[in-house]
């Protein structure tokens, strides 16, 4: 009886054994196929992000070609062993030359997502082999009546005005042909200058010259020289030309460059001095107010008022073409000087070509 019990306890011994060896190669196998699980999400979770990244690159690649194409992109296809999806979303709704892309990768059991902020920073680029030229009919054009007393020095090719002209006092003026919509008056004539009366009236603001106004406020906006406030203009605006949509009230009047005011031009207490750059016009007012240039104000280059008058006083400079919209007048000992050609360089046609950058991963 005795050997019997011992024989059952040897049993119960041997199945207790067993099941501790079975229990502990289970658990052994459970962690070794989780690790192997383990292994295998990371490798494919690894796989899935540079899945996610290719794709985000392919979209970046077709993007930095052309940025419209953000405002709404989408892709998806297949990678290698797994499939990607890209797609843009807004960055900044204000600002349209931002996104955001999204690319997400998976692979097997792994996933990823990856995201970049790109932003387009345009280039603006041109070329100007110096053909582009505006050309003007007269050095002086006003388009109501001219009228210069006082001592003025005045060197031009050709002047004329839609209204009477009156060139009193001492005034000295070499021209070839002075003609007048209505009459010439010229009191120290001396015989060299052909005066012509009666004449057809000449268009000031034609559509030609709008056009090359236009231009020139391009030319000002693609190179970032747009100023609401005058005082903000630099004295050597980028690209040459600076284009103000207001007043010139806070400017300083001093410059090189080409400066365009869309508002009232006030030029009272400003010592005004400016030469414009690359042959464009050195002053373009826009205002229908009249402009007085008085004391020892110089502008070297051209002077486009095409809808306002102008009255000019003291030793001031001009060394350019005039062109005035409305009456011109003068009393003092001002030099008028034409220059080289009757007209002004234009600015070259501008390009805009997309410079897409990544600023951000996350």
């Known amino acids: 009886m005795r050997r019997a019990n011992n024989r059952g306890s040897a049993l119960l011994t041997v199945l207790g054994i067993v099941s501790v060896i079975s229990v502990v190669c289970s658990m052994l196998g459970f962690m070794a196929s989780q690790q192997m699980r383990m292994a295998k999400v990371t490798r494919e979770t690894l796989k899935a992000r540079l899945i996610a990244e290719s794709g985000l690159n392919m979209a970046y690649n077709k993007i930095k070609e052309d940025f419209s194409l953000a405002a709404s992109y989408y892709d998806a296809g297949d990678f290698d062993s797994g499939k990607y999806k890209v797609k843009s ?71 004329h005005a839609n209204g009477n002209i009156d060139l009193s006092g001492s005034a000295n003026t070499d021209a070839v042909t002075v003609s007048s919509a209505g009459q010439v008056t010229w009191k120290k004539a001396d015989g060299s200058v052909t005066m ?28 970032g020289a747009v100023y609401a406030e005058a005082a903000d203009i630099p004295a050597a605006p980028p690209g040459g030309v600076a284009y103000c949509t207001g007043s010139s009230s806070g400017w300083d009047g001093q410059g090189t460059g080409c400066f365009i005011f869309a508002g009232e031009v006030a030029l009272q207490g400003v010592h005004l001095n400016v030469t414009s750059v690359d042959g464009y016009p050195a002053l373009i007012a826009l205002g229908s107010n009249e402009i007085k240039i008085n004391n020892t104000a110089v502008i070297n280059g051209a002077l486009i008022i095409p809808n306002g008058s102008l009255h000019i006083n003291g030793t001031a400079t001009i060394n350019g073409a005039i062109v005035i919209g409305q009456s011109m007048s003068g009393n003092g000992t001002a030099n008028l000087f034409a220059g080289d050609g009757q007209g002004f360089s234009l600015p070259p046609d501008p390009s805009v070509t997309d410079n897409v950058v990544i600023t951000a991963w996350h």
């Open 89 to 159: 979303v807004p960055l900044d709704e204000s600002d349209e030359n931002r996104a955001m892309l999204v690319a997400e990768g998976e692979c097997g059991l792994g996933k990823f997502k990856v995201t970049a902020d790109i932003e387009n920073r345009p280039l603006v680029s041109g070329s100007d082999d110096g053909s582009a030229y505006f050309d003007l009919l007269y050095d002086l054009l006003v388009g109501s009546t001219l009228d210069l007393g006082g001592n003025f020095e005045a060197d031009v090719t050709a002047i």
């Open 196 to 223: 012509l009366n009666n004449q057809s009236p000449v268009e000031v603001l034609s559509a030609a010259l709008m056009e090359a106004i236009d231009a020139f406020i391009a030319y000002a906006e693609h190179n």
